[in-house]
């Protein structure tokens, strides 16, 4: 059975750093390219970063370019995002996913995998 499990998320003030962990199982993901993506309370989910597993290229989220790094750790195979410099805008349901292939990684629909999220409250 495939998992993602979540971790990391809590309450922080803004300005301030959160690191979310990603861990999967149930298969072989090193293939594949792993994403995060948050949901709002009434707004659409939206992609926040993505990363190809094999070679560690990357793709962001404007709304976050400079501010989240997302890597792998191929030892504890573990997928990370590390956010500084967090603002009350960030606050959201972040989810883990995986997708088969990096083209179309800031897209929901290309996710097969997904967990069940972690919520992130940064307050003003």
């Known amino acids: 059975q495939v998992q993602l499990v979540e971790s990391g998320g809590g309450l922080v003030q803004a300005g301030g750093s959160l690191r979310l962990s990603c861990a999967p199982s149930g298969r072989t993901f090193s293939s594949y390219t792993m994403g995060w993506f948050r949901q709002a309370p009434g707004k659409e989910r939206e992609f926040v970063a993505a990363i190809r597993w094999s070679d560690g290229i990357t793709n962001y989220a404007d709304s976050v370019k400079g501010r989240f790094t997302i890597s792998r750790d191929n030892a504890k195979n573990t997928v990370y995002l590390q956010m500084n410099s967090l603002k009350p805008e960030d606050t959201a349901i972040y989810s883990c996913?995986?997708?088969?292939?990096?083209?179309?990684?800031?897209?929901?629909?290309?996710?097969?995998?997904w967990g069940q999220g972690t919520q992130v409250t940064v307050s003003s």
């Open positions: 996913a995986a997708a088969r292939y990096f083209s179309g990684s800031n897209y929901g629909p290309s996710y097969e995998y």
